[in-house]
Structures are given as C-alpha cells and as structure tokens.
Nanobody, 122 residues
Framework: QVQLVESGGGLVQPGGSLRLSCAAS????????MGWYRQAPGKQRELVAT???????NYVDSVKGRFTISRDNAKNTVTLQMNSLRPEDTAVYYC????????????????WGQGTQVTVSS
C-alpha cells in the first residue's frame, strides 16, 4: 500500500508564508502526478496545484503567482510553498499522489495524505 505523510500547516497571518510537505512510501513503482488539494468549511475539495513527472506544473487561478509546487524524485516528496497567504486560503490541505505500484500488473494507485490545517488569520 502506498502511504502519504503530510507535514507543515498551522496558523499564519495574512501575507505570511507556509510550506507544506508530503512524503510517499510503500510499494511504489513510479509517481506520475503529485498534487495538493484543499477543502474549506462548507466547500467541496478543490485542486490547488499539480506537478507531473516531467516537472510541468499547474495551478488554480486563485493561487497562481503565490504558491509553488515542487517535487524531489529521489525522496518521493512533494512540497507546496505558499506565499502571500490570504484568509480565503484557509482550508485543510491534502496531498495526492498518483502512479503505478509494484507487483502484479503494476496497477495505478491514488494515495491521499491525512490532511493538514492551514489557517490564515490576523
């Protein structure tokens, strides 16, 4: 089973910065897509940013220019650097990794982190 462990999160004032990290472990053959989602109270979960194996990134418009997603292939980790944080960024952030796992037919996995709370408030 592929497991994800998130770290980071916390309380930060508007305009501040925070860095989230996610480490993957388990029966991993390859990691194809790594991403971050978030879910605010009363809202559906939304995709924040993704990075594919070749390094191409994609961001939701609301965070573009403020957030940066990166990955360390050797460590199977993905990081979300969040700058110029706003109150509307407050949410539980979830790491998501998709790829192929070891064994059998090398079927695709879709792993999620436990979620980490990000609160932006003065």
């Amino acid at each position: 089973q592929v497991q994800l462990v998130e770290s980071g999160g916390g309380l930060v004032q508007p305009g501040g910065s925070l860095r989230l990290s996610c480490a993957a472990s388990g029966s991993i053959l390859s990691i194809n897509v790594m991403g971050w989602y978030r879910q605010a109270p009363g809202k559906q979960r939304e995709l924040v940013a993704t990075i594919i194996s070749g390094g191409t990134t994609n961001y939701v418009d609301s965070v573009k220019g403020r957030f940066t997603i990166s990955r360390d292939n050797a460590k199977n980790t993905v990081t979300l650097q969040m700058n110029s944080l706003r109150p509307e960024d407050t949410a539980v952030y979830y790491c998501n990794i998709r790829g192929r796992r070891l064994g059998g037919n090398f079927d695709e996995y879709d792993a999620w982190g436990q979620g980490t709370q990000v609160t932006v408030s003065s």
